[in-house]
């Protein structure tokens, strides 16, 4: 056999071992990512179970429900900076990068989603820039939206103190600033800079989505804990999640957003009750992450993702 005939095999076989070699990578990257998130269920399993025996199975539906909901605004955030940065994705395959890609939150180590979202993304055509800049623009806007919803339903008399973080939060939510920033480290990292900048239209319709988010993450809470009423859920809720992003070091924030609601739901419940309900969320959110990935995958099956 010549050499020629030897390069021209070489050269139609390679291909097809990449796809293969990724196929791997995002099964295993899964089956990592379950591991943690079930050891996580299964390490307070007593506490969980007692919590779940407090409630109707409507509540656990409606809570549910509630969260997948905000799963959703979370997917649709994510989407519309995608879009605004220039790469807009139909649904089907948005949802099945997104939700995927969240899993990667429940192993240790705050890169995980990203690098999940940019490999799935590169392959729509999604350079992994663009991923990521879409990735980390959503920490300022949940924490922003986040905070501002802390202050409407739970008091600025008690809670008037995260007026400190809000200049700080505008100032690197105007578009400007987020674009200058983007192509500084695009540039310090020998990166093609962004095709499209990110416009005011894209990082309000973000915003939006994200409001309703927290609407319905505090619905999720509603159900579980409806003592201080819907208002005060909502506020709870992402005053204790808000604390849970700032943690880097603990998969999704395990532990400091439990800590942190436990805290906030101190006037309403005793501690048991309170830790319970804490735990009780966390389940639920889980289980949300996981119905969502699995459905997004389901419907995107047809789609080269």
């Known amino acids: 056999m010549s050499q020629g005939t030897v ?28 591991g943690f998130g079930g050891y996580a269920v299964a390490k307070q399993w007593d506490a969980v179970v007692a919590g779940f025996a407090r409630l109707s199975p409507v509540a656990l539906a409606g809570s549910l429900a509630a969260v997948v909901a905000a799963l959703l605004g979370a997917m649709f955030t994510w989407r519309t900076l995608l ?7 139909p649904l089907r395959p948005a949802a099945k990068v ?11 180590g705050a890169v995980w989603p990203v690098i999940a979202q940019m490999e799935m993304g590169r392959d729509l055509g999604v350079p992994r820039s663009r ?14 939206t986040g905070l501002l919803v802390t202050l409407v339903t739970l008091g600025w008399d008690k809670y008037g103190w995260l007026l400190l973080f809000i200049p700080l939060l505008l100032v690197l939510l105007e578009p400007k600033v987020i674009n200058g920033l983007i192509g500084y480290a695009l540039r310090r990292l020998k990166r093609e800079p ?12 973000a915003l939006g989505w994200a409001l309703a988010g927290w609407l319905s993450y505090g619905v999720h809470l509603y159900f579980v804990a409806p003592q201080g009423g819907l208002l005060f859920a909502v506020g709870a809720f992402a005053l204790s999640w808000c604390l849970g992003i700032l943690t880097f070091v603990v998969p999704a924030g395990a532990g400091v957003r439990e800590v942190a609601m436990v805290a906030v739901l101190a006037p309403q419940l005793d501690s048991g009750a309170a ?11 889980v289980v949300g992450d996981l119905i969502c990935a699995g459905l997004a995958g389901i419907a995107a099956r047809r789609d080269s993702v």
Do not use: C, H, N, W
Not at 275 to 285: G, T
């Open 7 to 34: 390069e021209q095999r070489d050269s139609t076989e390679a291909p097809p071992s990449r796809p293969l070699l990724r196929r791997v990578v995002r099964y295993a990257f899964l089956a990592v990512a379950l």
């Open 83 to 89: 879009a605004d940065l220039g790469s807009p994705l």
């Open 98 to 108: 997104f939700f995927v890609g969240q899993l990667g939150k429940y192993i240790p």
């Open 131 to 144: 991923s990521a800049a879409a990735f980390f623009l959503m920490m300022p806007i949940q924490l922003a």
């Open 194 to 205: 962004l095709e499209r900048p990110l416009t005011r239209r894209g990082m309000l319709t």
């Open 275 to 285: 830790i319970a309900v804490a735990l009780s969320s966390r389940i639920v959110i």
